[in-house]
């Protein structure tokens, strides 16, 4: 696939003048703006859901939409475990290591087998999932509040392919590397307890 130099600032542009669709009312547009809301207020599940779009970006073929398909999907059946009750040990500390671990493979663009950066990214979205079902706020409507967490699980995966989409630059190369030492530094902040 051809990307023309534009497709980052296209993409990017798309996506800071998108509204919410409010097409409903009550309890479910509160449960969708919630649901919608909570990934993308916490940093250490921003920079986490970055990393998986960038990465994917670095890995491209299949992965570029694989990674970020299995990510909300594992999610949401992690989320509906959280919300139900059932416990998993360390969730903070899973999350932190999606940054860090995350980022360093950004960093050093690794290139493991499809199976193992499936594996990598399924096992983080646990954690992920997890977080957010066990906050799942009793007023909201669960499957609505989950519609909307994958949704901005799915537009931070994109805001991640496409500054990955800048690797085919050397400048660009730069900065996704960038990218990815910060959101290592980031998932190690949270993991000491700095952030």
């Known amino acids: 696939m ?21 097409a409903h009312t009550g309890s479910e547009l509160g449960g969708l703006v919630s649901g919608f809301m909570h990934p993308i207020t916490g940093l250490d ?7 998986v779009g960038l990465w994917g970006g ?12 299995l990510f909300p999907l594992v999610m949401a059946l992690a989320g509906a475990a959280g919300a139900a009750g059932i416990p ?13 671990v995350l980022g360093l493979m950004v960093l050093a663009a690794a290139q493991p087998s499809r ?9 983080f979205a646990v954690f992920h999932g997890h977080a957010h079902g066990a906050e799942l706020p009793e007023a909201a409507n669960p499957l ?3 519609i909307g967490f994958v949704v ?11 500054i990955g989409m800048l690797g085919q630059w050397p400048a660009g ?14 998932g190690g902040a949270f993991l000491t307890g700095m952030a």
Not at 88 to 100: D, K, Q, R, Y
Request: proline share 6%.
């Open 88 to 100: 998993l040990p360390g969730v903070e500390t899973g999350i932190a290591f999606s940054g860090i």
């Open 2 to 22: 051809h990307v023309t130099p534009r497709f980052p600032v296209i993409l990017a542009a798309l996506l800071l003048s998108s509204t919410p669709a409010l």
């Open 152 to 162: 901005a699980t799915g537009l931070l995966h994109l805001a991640g392919i496409g």
């Open 45 to 51: 599940h921003v920079v986490a859901m970055v990393a």
């Open 58 to 69: 670095i890995l491209g073929g299949s992965l570029l939409w694989q990674l970020p398909v």
């Open 115 to 123: 199976r193992a950066a499936l594996a990598l990214v399924g096992a």
């Open 173 to 186: 190369k730069i900065v996704v590397r960038a990218a990815g030492a910060a959101i290592a530094l980031t």
């Open 144 to 146: 609505v509040f989950a």
